[in-house]
């Protein structure tokens, strides 16, 4: 099974930016599809952005414009790039590869990594 550790997190003016980065092991992930997820408090977990293994992208409409993912097959890696921030995407994010779950997710998620935004 594939085995996710996310990082990059941490806290950041409103309007600034944070690379967070995905870095699997366990299994090669160019043959899946993997996302982006976050959790505010209080709040369900939503997917913001997922990039298919062809490199096909789609975002949630609070973040188009403003995030990019990516994924670098060969480093085993997923990437979220986030720009002009906003307070309201203070969240834990996690990434996830694609599963059989009735999320269509994986079981396995990791321990999330922390992104602030405040002034």
């Known amino acids: 099974q594939v085995q996710l550790v996310e990082s990059g997190g941490g806290l950041v003016q409103p309007g600034g930016s944070l690379r967070l980065s995905c870095a699997a092991s366990?299994?090669?992930?160019?043959?899946?599809?993997m996302g982006w997820h976050r959790q505010a408090p209080g709040k369900q977990r939503e997917l913001v952005a997922a990039?298919?293994?062809?490199?096909?992208?789609n975002y949630a409409d609070s973040v188009k414009g403003r995030f990019t993912i990516s994924r670098d097959n060969a480093k085993n890696t997923v990437y979220l790039q986030m720009n002009s921030l906003k307070p309201e995407d203070t969240a834990v994010y996690y990434c996830?590869?694609?599963?059989?779950?009735?999320?269509?997710?994986?079981?396995?998620w990791g321990q999330g990594t922390q992104v602030t935004v405040s002034s």
């Open positions: 990039i298919t293994s062809g490199g096909t992208t």
């Open positions: 366990g299994s090669i992930i160019r043959t899946y599809a």
């Open positions: 996830n590869a694609e599963g059989r779950s009735l999320t269509g997710w994986g079981p396995h």
